[in-house]
């Protein structure tokens, strides 16, 4: 039995304006398990998942982190522990290499060491089809999607976050994403959290499905999407 | 060459004024509809530079240093609220901060100029302690302006990129260094092109006033080459500081981005 990994108890959110986003939410996430959020556009899986990083901060409640609460950790480490990944695959100038080592350069990430055989060993899994010094300028939507995830991966977080990671991938190379995280996590590599408004495909023996609606997070026996 | 100044009558520079209602009929004519503003623009040239000449008469006989420094304390104050008007951020408050790097910046490098360039005894000697002062705030407070307005369309234009990085580990400095950089140069561009382009272009006002007044150009050049550098100087000083603090300030201590 895997021990927990993040305890959320209780917690609600608002907007600065008052607007409530979440209340009373409580979930044990373990780990290495995959925890998938879904729900409509709108309903806050982006703004849910940015309160693990400390994007934003809970209005009320707590989340506890290695029993700890995350509160009391410091910004870098929490940053370098649980990496969020946004939907949208930013690339800075440069080759696909520069944008595989540039998070290397962060001071929180400085204990790291960026690895050129790791970067294409994933380049290979994800048949990108593209060398370390291709320009990323060129690569299209999918490739940068693929880029961004396998950026994070070679950080090697404890928690990913991850928003919406295969919007813009065909079913093949989403398949290949979902069998890949599907292994990472019962490898007990990482704890992923993975936000989603379309159908997915994961074994439901490593998979809790959520369903977010209405500021509320409830507990499901399976997940076929929410029409993609 | 030290010649006689002559003393404009007050009857010639109303005279002056010829060219404003030339340039209102202009207006009239081709319906520019500046004739309001014409109006009271001049209203106000004559009656601020009244006020200046007035104030700074009073200040240059008093001599007293708690008195000039009210003034240049009141002349930063004034650029501050002017900064504040041309930058139209709303969310984060900037004005504080950036009026206390201004008064920080400004005061060191009037002292320094005063006490160790020109070498005025005593330091806070008006005549010199006011303009040159004046000089300094007028073109600073131009490139921290720009400046502060860059960086915050920065943030704004580079927010994913930004949220990105401080995702991946930066720190809000990590994540905006070329942000920074970006903002502080485009605040020195005016003032280099200045450097460039000064004796050839234009002659400085303040070589023009020297020279006006009677005094030989070859020391009004010495005081204009300290002026063209000192004014470089003191817009990278003050707003590199200014920038400093707004950068703190458009972050939560828990590296959010406040925009």
Redesign the interface.
Known sequence: MSSSLLKIQNISFSYPDGKPVFERIDLDIKEGTLSIISGESGTGKSTFLKLF?????LTNGKILFHERELREYQ??EI??SI????Q?P?M?EGCVEDNLSF?F?????KDKKYSPVKAREWLDYFQLGVSLSHEASKLSVGQRQRIALI??LL?EPEVLLLDEPCSALDSRNRRLIEQKIESLVKSGAVTVIMATHGAVNFSESVCAFFQLEDGQLKAMQSHSGQGA | MQSEIINISWLNVTITTLLIIATGLCSLYLKLKLEKDLLIGTIRTFLQLLLLGYVLNAVFSLRNPLIVFLLFSFMIFFAARIISGRVSEKRIPYFAPVLASMFLSYIVINLFVMTVIIQVKPWYQPVYFIPIGGMIIGNSMNAIAISINTWFNGLRKEY??I?????????PS?STKENFKGAVKSGMIPSINALMSVGIVSIPGMMTGQMLAGIDPLIAIKYQIVIMLLLVGSTALSSIFALHIVRKISFT????LKI
Not at chain 1, 53 to 57: A, V
Request: proline content about 7%.
């Open positions: 990083n400390r994007f934003h901060d910004i870098s940053r370098r990496l969020y990944l946004p949208l930013h800075i998070p350069t962060f001071q929180a990430q950026r994070a950080l | 994913d990129r949220e990105l990085f401080l995702a991946l580990g930066a720190s990590e201590p828990n590296y959010q």
